[in-house]
């Protein structure tokens, strides 16, 4: 089995591109970015269930046995999708709280 090196992230969205959403279709991999770009036309077509749709194809960082990755992703000032992938961070969330001090206001 070849390693994956990019999926392609595509999103359904409404007609202003104001509201945006993963598309149901299962995330396509492929073993390189240059064949997930030549998908990519093919791919968007499918999409029926939002007027508009957009994808993006991104490289994958190398993951180990039981590694995932996150997908953040978000459209520029022109509509154009913008996406990365990163390592989900599966340590536990910690956070710190201290009480305000009395004497400094807010």
Request: charged content about 25%; proline content about 5%.
């Amino acid at each position: 089995m070849e390693p994956i090196v990019a999926v392609m992230l595509i999103l359904g969205c409404d007609h202003s591109m104001m509201v945006c959403r993963q598309s149901a279709r299962p995330v396509e991999h492929y073993a390189s970015v240059e064949s997930c770009e030549a998908d990519k036309d093919i791919q968007v077509r499918f999409v029926d269930d939002y007027p508009m749709a957009v994808a993006e194809c991104i490289k994958v960082p190398a993951l180990d046995a039981g590694q995932k990755i996150v997908i953040d992703w978000r459209l520029d000032a022109t509509n154009g999708l913008l996406a990365e992938a990163r390592l989900r961070d599966t340590g536990q969330m910690t956070a710190e709280a201290a009480m305000p001090s009395e004497a400094g206001g807010v």
